[in-house]
């Protein structure tokens, strides 16, 4: 027990970030067009639009803010079991997304297989162990 807090009563079902784009359009390409995550909910009419994503279990909030997009440049790693198979629609369909430092599957010496996307916003690294 670290600072007088028992953590074992504490239980986590999942981490959804929250993603700021200038343009919303921007992310929905990268997540719902390049990589499959489904629309589960969409307000793109109000004061700040969002869209809550889903892929697989997973959750992604996107929201449009100018002023929180030009602070926030998240990156993330994806984890995957078919990394051939995600890099070989990925190339085909958005070549545009493919990070140019990393745009071929390569073996990190860390013993991971990655390939990177980056848009305007986030950096995403897909990668198999």
Not at 38 to 52: A, F
Request: proline share 5%.
């Amino acid at each position: 027990m670290k600072y007088g807090i028992n953590h074992d009563t504490m239980k986590f079902e999942k981490l959804v970030p929250n993603i700021f784009y200038t343009d919303i359009k921007d992310g929905l390409r990268m997540f719902v067009d390049c990589l499959g995550f489904t629309v589960g909910h969409t307000d793109l009419n109000s004061q700040q639009p969002l869209c809550v994503l889903d892929k697989d279990g997973l959750r992604i909030n996107l929201f449009q803010s100018t002023k929180f997009a030009k602070e926030h440049h998240p990156e993330f790693r994806l984890e995957t079991k078919n990394i051939e198979e995600i890099y070989q629609k990925v190339s085909q369909s958005h070549p545009e997304f493919l990070h140019p430092n990393l745009s071929k599957i390569t073996l990190r010496p860390w013993g991971a297989k990655e390939f990177a996307l980056m848009d305007n916003q986030v950096g995403i690294i897909i990668q198999e162990w």
